[in-house]
């Protein structure tokens, strides 16, 4: 696969009741967007009539999120529930890099207490749930590492960036009232029902200008001041700033997908850069 340019996709957007208007400010397209999928093998292709997934096997989905309302308390289940319970592929481990966190931004992470599943469960039924959740307050720059089972809600007023793998598989434990559809048989099956450590991931330097965020056998986020060289494939999204690749500038929430073989990414400005670990090559 040497010498194949870059890739430039066509995010793909939802517009769930929760979204804000912050994507619409970098370019994503108009009005309340909650995510955009950056790379995901179903992204169209710029200039080519393939999707990405017909060119490359790039076993990560990278997204945007921008929250303006609370998210749902939910789960997701690693590899070997996924396939025996609901016979999907893998499971969701998921990272995020806060962008943007206003003044008291919170996410749920985990519970505050140790609950039996039975109680899980009764707790998540009548909404007494709300009490058991640990909450956190993210800064900018912070990382945050959510493997499977970890019981998760994102608030609002958040703009994050987020690597998982490539499957869109949650299990609702509870949604605030708003009567959706909840999994209370998969989620209390998979959930850690014990509190949990801090999530926060420090960046490890390992290169000048390069400074590894988080690494997970699905995969490996980085954050590199520009100029640089890349290797791929890796996704890089422009978080400062502005980059150049093959000649055409990125700003800020732009995205572009390295292939194999060395690219230059010149530049004054700061990206994250994700690639997939060592269980997926």
């Known amino acids: 696969m040497a010498g194949l340019p870059s890739l430039h996709l066509v995010p ?22 909650g995510e955009s999928w950056e790379v995901w093998r179903e992204n169209p292709v710029r200039g080519d009539d393939r999707p990405f ?3 490359a096997d790039f076993p990560l989905l990278v997204k945007l999120l921008d929250t303006q309302a609370l998210l749902s308390v939910q789960v997701h289940p690693g590899d070997v529930e996924a396939r025996e319970r609901v016979g999907a592929p893998h499971g969701k481990a998921e990272a995020w890099v806060v962008l943007h966190a206003d003044p008291g931004a919170r996410i749920a992470y985990g ?3 140790s609950l039996s599943a039975q109680t899980l469960r009764e707790r998540a039924e009548s909404g007494e749930i709300e009490a058991d959740l640990a909450w956190l307050y993210p800064r900018a720059g912070d990382v945050i590492e959510v493997p499977p089972g ?22 609702r434990l509870y949604d605030w009232g708003r009567g959706r559809d909840l999994h209370l048989d998969h989620a209390c099956s998979v959930a850690c029902r014990d509190p949990l450590l801090s999530p926060f991931r420090l960046p490890i330097p390992i290169a000048p200008g390069i400074d590894r965020l988080v690494e997970t056998p699905h995969f490996v986020v980085e954050r590199v001041t520009l100029p640089a060289v890349r290797h791929g494939w890796e996704a890089l999204t422009v978080i400062e700033g502005t980059a150049e690749v093959d000649g055409q500038t990125l700003a800020v929430g732009a995205t572009v997908v ?17 690639r997939p670990g060592s269980s997926s090559r």
Do not use: C, F, M, N
Request: proline share 9%; glycine share 16%; hydrophobic share 45%.
């Open 12 to 33: 793909l957007l939802t517009r769930p009741p929760w979204g804000g208007h912050r994507l619409a400010a970098l370019g994503k397209g108009e009005g309340v967007i």
């Open 150 to 171: 970890t019981i998760h809600a994102i608030g609002p007023g958040l703009l994050l960036y987020e690597v998982q793998q490539p499957i869109d598989l949650t299990w």
């Open 258 to 274: 390295l292939a194999p073989g060395p690219t230059v990414v010149s530049g004054a400005g700061v990206a994250l850069v994700s």
């Open 53 to 55: 997934g017909a060119i």
């Open 111 to 113: 519970l505050s207490r």
